[in-house]
C-alpha cells in the first residue's frame, strides 16, 4: 500500500543512502576522525528522520483504518498515541 508520505520516506532513504556512500568514501580516503564521524551522524539523523515520517504515517493510516471507525474517547486516544510515539 502506497501512502503520500512514502515519496518523502524515499527522499529521506535516498539521503542516506548517500551520506553512508559519502561516509565509506570518506573512510576509503583517509580523511579525518571527525569528519567521518559527522557525516556517520548525518546517515543515522537521515535515517531517523525517515522512520519517523514512516511510522507517524503508519499511525495515521493503517492503525486507524485497522480499527474501523473510532468513537470520540477513542480517536482521543489515538492522537495522544501518535504524540508519544514521536519521543521513540
Request: charged fraction near 25%; proline fraction near 2%.
Amino acid at each position: 500500500m502506497t501512502h503520500t508520505s512514502h515519496p518523502d520516506v524515499i527522499n529521506r532513504l535516498k539521503r542516506a543512502h548517500g551520506h553512508l556512500a559519502s561516509t565509506i568514501a570518506m573512510i576509503e580516503d583517509g580523511r579525518s576522525c571527525l569528519e567521518v564521524a559527522q557525516q556517520m551522524h548525518a546517515v543515522i539523523r537521515a535515517l531517523e528522520g525517515a522512520k519517523a515520517v514512516f511510522i507517524h504515517d503508519h499511525l495515521g493510516h493503517c492503525l486507524e483504518e485497522a480499527a474501523g471507525p473510532l468513537a470520540r474517547e477513542n480517536r482521543a486516544a489515538l492522537d495522544e498515541f501518535r504524540q508519544i510515539a514521536r519521543y521513540l
